[in-house]
């Protein structure tokens, strides 16, 4: 199961840490930022699962980040959770207004803070947590690890289901190389861009199993994409 990703835009690097190791330790992929400027560019690369952002981060704030990134299409609807120092009524409003989903004020429990992520991504991204994903005629069990097209089992190896784990998450969505190898192969491991047309090629075989339509869009320039419908 590709585990949920999380980016934290926190200038505090004691609490940055923190809440790293916590994230972490519940099985989400973490990424911590310390400024406004290198988080927008970072989310213009790769947008994560949700976005816990401070709302006094350095070079762009985090209300204005936060208004940015609602004008954009991509991440009009990234769930994001507003941390600050800033504990009036009137502050609590314009975090909210501006487009944060939930807002916490310093200092508060990890117990807490885990909680809120926990419950918005339930409520923002269903798919991200739940064991079963459907799109179209095509079902994935991440728990038994199986994935059945009108009720026949597909057999697919390791990384042809993460990678078909991956888009299904993000039916619709089109990912060029490079995204679907962070997300997919991770970060931190060197690979061709050209292995993922090798891993799309062996997918779609096994997938269309040469009599079903293809699910499967390549877009030219661009990248990939699974059919919604």
Same mark, same amino acid.
């Given at each position: ?55 006094? &981060? ?36 314009? !975090? ?39 799109? !179209? ?60 047309? &090798? ?31």
């Amino acid at each position: 199961m590709i585990a949920p990703r999380i980016m934290v835009v926190e200038d505090e690097e004691p609490l940055g840490v923190l809440l790293r190791y916590n994230l972490e330790s519940e099985g989400y992929q973490v990424e911590v930022v310390t400024r406004g400027d290198e988080a927008e560019i970072r989310l213009q690369e790769n947008v994560p699962d949700l976005l816990v952002l401070d709302w006094m &981060v350095p070079a762009i704030s985090g209300i204005e980040l936060c208004r940015r990134l609602r004008v954009r299409p991509e991440t009009e609807r990234l769930p994001i959770i507003m941390l600050t120092a800033r504990g009036e009524e009137s502050d609590r409003v314009r !975090g909210l207004s501006t487009g944060a989903d939930d807002y916490l004020v310093k200092p508060f429990s990890t117990p807490e803070f885990m909680a809120r992520v926990k419950a918005l991504l339930r409520r923002a991204k269903p798919e991200v947590l739940s064991s079963v994903l459907k799109v !179209g005629d095509i079902v994935l069990d991440r728990e038994s690890h199986r994935v059945y097209r009108k009720k026949s089992e597909i057999r697919l190896g390791p990384t042809e289901f993460r990678l078909l784990e991956f888009m299904m998450r993000h039916p619709g969505r089109v990912f060029s190389r490079s995204q679907l190898l962070d997300n997919v192969w991770g970060e931190t491991i060197y690979i061709d861009e050209r292995t993922v047309d &090798v891993h799309v090629g062996r997918l779609r075989k096994a997938v269309n199993n040469g009599r079903m339509p293809d699910v499967i869009r390549t877009i030219r320039g661009a990248g990939y994409a699974i059919r919604e419908d």
